[in-house]
């Protein structure tokens, strides 16, 4: 009768306790990871003036964005079931290349303005990222951050930095 039983154990349930718990550590690195960086984020965020939620000031969407991370890591970190998380690997590396090039992004908006770098990384997501084809991705990486800098600095009146393309286009 016991060969008849089919065996519904799966694949995690077959392996050694050992190898359950590396595998449970491997998992609670992204969300250990994710509890720094949003500690991080928020002291960062503490440095600039927060406000009120009523007139906020430049840190408070920061600073709340970064509290959240931080209690997710943390109940990612304090989980003891991992089943339904995904495994770090290759597709890990790919959110990391997009937090990479958000970094940049950061560090270039100010000095050289929105345009550039916002098509470079939407290029990149579009492409690298998204594999999209090579038409549709320059086509939308070159349009939507233009349309984006018009609506918000010319139409909306939300003066961004000194943009170097925009400059040139405009004449300004």
Known sequence: MTDAVEDVRGPEQDRAPRERRHLTAARRIPAAVLLLLGA?????????????????????????????????GGLLVLTRD??????????????????????VFIVLFPRIGFTVPAIAMTLLWLKVFGRERWTSAVLLAVAAPVLLYLLFDEFLGVRLPRDLLMSMILGV
Request: avoid cysteine; proline fraction near 7%; charge should be positive.
């Open 82 to 103: 991992h089943e339904g998380q995904e495994r770090w690997g290759r597709n890990s590396l790919t959110v990391l290349g997009a937090v990479a090039s958000l970094a």
């Open 40 to 72: 991080g984020a928020a002291f960062a965020a503490s440095q600039m003036k927060i406000g009120s939620p009523s007139v906020p000031g430049p840190g408070l969407w920061p600073l709340t964005v970064s509290v959240l991370l931080v209690l997710f």
